[in-house]
């Protein structure tokens, strides 16, 4: 049973949610359709409503050329929603249908970039008109799309209950295509310049460390040559009046001894001469 409910879902043969809203994100009879809307918590897709104004129609009634609207349009809201991350898709509808009228869809790489543009651009205006994203079932717009449209053989025209999406110059999809490297590029270097500091700072730390322990085993490590060797070099370094008592001491040490047990008094160094004075 649930295998089978979780494979008709949002299908036809589903009667309790609505699939035109599963599709597409939008239903033609709104809050009063007999069926339940299931509204996602989180999606990485997100629906603005109503963004997209097209020009007002001509003095005869028909619509007008608005390829450099839609292209200044496009450009704008594309350096907008790229402030928040990642943009995967963007997409603009064509349909006539109160419901789906100048809806733009945005479809970022993480579900967190979703949020935070959902918590950014939430009670923004944008050309005198509050903006009121939420969040959209929309995830694979092959299947919301309307494929007789792209074809030009659709029948319903604009009041088609599929997504007419408005053609995107191949300008404007590189500018997306370099929206989504110049984010990855900059994820990239965090990261990277991040493990470079990490590795500097551990490898200083292990320069120090084995810098203290050298100097605290210099002389643990050496054997009694180099210890004597070294001992003798810091005497040599040592206050040359102390050199010349431990030199005296020594050479007391060494002097002869008599029977008596008495050591003869030490020669009188000899007086220097004194000098003649001229009065």
């Known amino acids: 049973m649930a295998d089978r409910l979780s494979r008709i879902i949002g299908t036809e043969e589903d009667k309790v949610n609505c699939p035109f809203y599963y599709k597409i ?37 028909q619509p007008v050329d608005d390829t450099e609207h839609f292209e200044e349009f496009f450009e704008e809201i594309l350096e907008e929603l ?40 939430g009670g923004r205006y944008y050309a005198g008109r509050m903006l009121a994203p939420e969040y959209s079932p929309v995830t694979d717009f092959s299947e919301a799309r309307c494929r007789q449209f792209d074809e030009s053989q659709c029948a319903r025209g604009g009041y088609c209950n599929f997504m ?17 490297k110049k984010k990855r590029k900059k994820k990239r ?56 008592a431990a030199e005296a001491a020594a050479a007391a040490e060494a002097a002869p001894v008599d029977a008596s047990g008495v050591a003869p008094p030490a020669e009188a160094p000899p007086a220097a001469p004194v000098e003649a004075k001229i009065e």
């Open 82 to 121: 790229a402030k928040f991350g990642e943009v995967e898709q963007l997409h603009v509808v064509e349909n006539l249908g109160d419901h789906m009228f100048g809806n733009v869809y945005v479809k970022y790489h993480y579900e967190e970039d979703a949020e935070k543009c959902l918590q950014a651009m």
């Open 164 to 180: 007419h999406l408005k053609h995107i110059p191949r300008y404007l999809r590189r500018q997306l295509r370099d929206t989504r």
């Open 25 to 61: 994100g939008a239903c033609r009879h709104g809050d009063r359709c007999s069926r339940t809307h299931l509204r996602p918590t989180f999606s990485q897709c997100l629906l603005l409503p109503h963004l997209y104004q097209p020009p007002p129609p001509g003095a005869d009634g």
């Open 189 to 244: 270097s965090r990261s990277r310049s991040g493990e470079r500091s990490r590795k500097s700072s551990r490898s200083r730390s292990r320069g120090r460390s084995r810098e203290k322990k050298d100097k605290k085993d210099d002389l643990s490590r050496s054997d009694s040559a180099e210890r004597r060797a070294k001992i003798a070099m810091w005497n040599k370094a040592r206050d040359p009046a102390e050199e010349a």
